[in-house]
């Protein structure tokens, strides 16, 4: 079966660097994604990763180890318009995507 | 570039009567489009893949006779939704998949059809 976790809920300080993780276990692996999406409204693509290591892309970074079938997403210079649902979600045969139930992030001031 | 849109944006119909929700890639050819719903509080559940010119592949528990897709071109799919139900009651989205070439064969998310049926 498809199993993908990451916690419900979170809470962070503006300004601050939060850690968003996720766990799976597929059956096949191509790639694992993170998400972001507002209420409401469709998700929007913030990084991805299929090799090991960590993905930089401006306040954003994502890292992947697939022997521990694990990945993350760190936040950093946390802003208020940060505050959303985080989806991690794991490519497997034919581009499908399986997502995780989503992290809803919310920052405080 | 890159982007799909969906139509209608939000639909309200009365229970028993069939809703159809368009998903456009505008800029791309898109030989895969994939289908999901979301309840609220809740993540993406795909329902199924779209592939231009053959049958949908449903996935397991959704009934492919109340979700008719059609992916009749290579930027159009469709959803119908038929004799749709209160519980039918959600938040759809369709993605495109570009042809290959691209480096990862993102996927590119529409804004979503809210579909409530009284």
């Known amino acids: 079966g498809q199993n993908i976790d990451q916690p419900t809920e979170m809470t962070a300080t503006e300004g601050a660097i939060v850690q968003i993780n996720c766990t799976y276990q597929?059956?096949?692996?191509?790639?694992l994604f993170w998400y972001q999406q507002h209420a409401g409204e469709a998700p929007t693509f913030l990084s991805y990763?299929?090799?090991?290591g960590l993905e930089e892309k401006g306040r954003f970074s994502s890292f992947l180890s697939r022997s521990k079938g694990y990945s993350y997403l760190l936040l950093k210079e946390l802003q208020m318009k940060d505050s959303a649902s985080y989806l991690c979600a794991v490519r497997v045969q034919g581009g499908k995507l399986i997502f995780g139930q989503g992290t809803e992030l919310s920052v405080k001031p | 570039g890159a982007v799909v849109s969906q139509h209608p944006s939000w639909v309200i119909c009365k229970s028993g009567t069939s809703v159809k929700i368009e998903c456009r890639s505008l800029?791309?050819?898109?030989?895969?489009m994939f289908w999901y719903r979301q309840f609220p509080k809740q993540s993406l559940m795909l329902m199924a893949t779209s592939n231009e010119g053959s049958k949908a592949t449903y996935e397991q528990g959704v009934e492919k006779d109340k979700f008719l897709i059609n992916h009749a071109s290579l930027t159009l799919s469709t959803l119908t939704v038929t004799s749709a139900h209160p519980e039918d009651s959600s938040f759809y989205i369709c993605?495109?998949?570009?042809?290959?070439?691209?480096?990862?064969?993102?996927?590119?998310f529409g804004p979503g059809t809210r579909l409530t049926v009284l």
């Open positions: 597929t059956s096949g692996f191509n790639g």
């Open positions: 800029d791309f050819q898109a030989t895969t």
């Open positions: 993605s495109a998949k570009r042809l290959a070439g691209e480096r990862y064969n993102e996927q590119f």
């Open positions: 990763n299929v090799l090991d």
